[in-house]
């Protein structure tokens, strides 16, 4: 039978054998912690890299012709730009706070590429501040409005000087003034609300509109005013000057292909 002394000092042992072990476990875990620490600070870094070579494809302009569209994808909303031929190839998604969290990029021909940091959101730069979150649904509104306002009066343009064109080759004897009318009306409307838009630029191009519609609808109620017989002897000054008032209105239609794409309105 072990002795009295024998029994306390195994105990005495067994206590120290314990006492090591947990001091062993605790290096362990605090020798654990940065490491922890630096694999997580790693594996952010990576992502914020690839963050960062999407918001630099973009450019500083996040608001420009480039933005196409805007998601909520769960709590995050996303802007979307154009890259090419894409519509929507690359994305910009910030959180409540407008904090850069996550980027797509899918511009290749593989399957789309995102870098994500929603779990560590504090890491990504403020994008737009929390009061302008709305800030990239007001540039579209007003880029719908101002498309509207530019394509609907050209496209009633375009129909009033194809129907006078047609009426002087004798094809066509319908109401051409009431279209061209419309695309006086239409016009001068326009022109109100591109400055509503704050758009002086597409303003001051539809006012250079009115004269030359104005002169098509006058010619056109002259042609419509003569008789078949009249109008063949009519015709060749009835075309000259049907030609300078189309030359005068395309010239300044032209120039809003070069507005419409510093807008970002295509199509």
Partial sequence: ????????????????????????????????IPIGRGEGHRATAKQLRGIDRVRAAIG??????????????GALKCLLYRAGDYIYALELCVDSTGRLVRTVDATGAADAQSWDITATPAAGPVLLQPGHLHDPV??????????????????????????????????????IAAVCAATVDLTRQAVEVAGTLGDARIAQLLTSEIAPARAELALAREALGLTRGQLIVQRSALKRRHLQTRTLYEASTAKFAAERRALGIVG
């Fill in 1 to 32: 039978m072990p002795s009295l002394r024998a029994i306390a000092g195994w105990g005495m042992r067994r206590r120290v054998v314990v006492l090591a072990l947990l001091l062993l476990l605790l290096v362990a875990a605090a020798a654990a």
């Fill in 60 to 73: 500083l302009n996040i608001l420009g012709a480039r933005l196409s569209g805007v998601a909520q994808v």
């Fill in 138 to 175: 007001a540039v579209l509104d007003r880029r719908a409005a101002l498309d509207g306002t530019i394509r609907l009066p050209h496209e009633k343009g375009k129909a009033c000087f194809d129907s006078v064109a047609a009426l002087l080759e004798g094809r066509g004897w319908v109401d």
